[in-house]
């Protein structure tokens, strides 16, 4: 059974910068499509950014332009780049294949955005 492990959230100004890593227990080369996700208080989760296994990405309207998902094969590593961040993007953030397994969710990793 895989298991996913996000890390790099934490508190950040406006306008700052974190790095969100994705760390999977096994080959995440099967999985044709990854995806980080968010939750925000009292929000449903949403998918914010998604990247095959060929490298072609899509972005929520709200985050295009500002954050960047990459993912290391060979490592087993999807990235989140979030840059030029608003309070609006404090969340719980996931990664998860899209379409998501239920059972891949893992505990995420909280942003916050606040001065």
């Known amino acids: 059974q895989m298991q996913l492990v996000e890390s790099g959230g934490g508190l950040v100004q406006p306008g700052g910068s974190l790095r969100l890593s994705c760390a999977a227990s096994?080959?995440?080369?099967?999985?044709?499509?990854m995806g980080w996700y968010r939750q925000a208080p009292g929000k449903q989760r949403e998918l914010v950014a998604t990247i095959t296994r060929g490298g072609s990405t899509d972005y929520a309207d709200s985050v295009k332009g500002r954050f960047t998902i990459s993912r290391d094969n060979a490592e087993n590593t999807v990235y989140l780049q979030m840059n030029s961040l608003k309070p609006e993007d404090t969340a719980v953030y996931y990664c998860?294949?899209?379409?998501?397994?239920?059972?891949?969710w893992g505990q995420g990793t909280q942003v916050t955005v606040s001065s």
């Open positions: 096994r080959s995440i080369f099967s999985i044709n499509a």
């Open positions: 998860n294949a899209n379409p998501a397994y239920r059972a891949l």
